[in-house]
């Protein structure tokens, strides 16, 4: 609601490793500037704990000048790619 012009241009779930991802591309107008930027979310549910029933929730959002995804999306796709859940000490 607060950015009108956000648009999905992209949802999917991927796999990297032993993660289970929802990605969502957007594109929106940045609201103090006014320059078209996109976006890549990455949600993560972090595996359940034995012990409980509610599990963490991450996300990871990714900002660049519309133009430029191209040449920074790789990049931004490598990073969720290493995004990794490590074992409770």
Same mark, same amino acid.
């Given at each position: ?32 500037? =006014?320059? /078209?930027?996109?976006? *890549?979310?990455?949600? %993560?549910?972090?595996p359940a704990n034995d012990e409980g029933k509610t599990v963490d929730f991450f996300q990871l959002v990714a900002t660049t ?7 920074? =999306?790789? /990049?931004?796709?490598? *990073?969720?790619?290493? %995004? ?6």
């Amino acid at each position: 609601r607060s950015q009108p012009s956000a648009k999905v241009t992209m949802e999917r779930l991927a796999r990297f490793g032993s993660n289970v991802v929802y990605l969502r591309g957007a594109e929106m107008d940045a609201a103090q500037s =006014g320059r /078209a930027v996109a976006q *890549l979310h990455a949600l %993560f549910f972090a595996p359940a704990n034995d012990e409980g029933k509610t599990v963490d929730f991450f996300q990871l959002v990714a900002t660049t000048p519309r133009e430029l995804m191209d040449r920074y =999306g790789p /990049a931004i796709v490598e *990073l969720i790619g290493s %995004f990794r859940f490590m074992p409770a000490a």
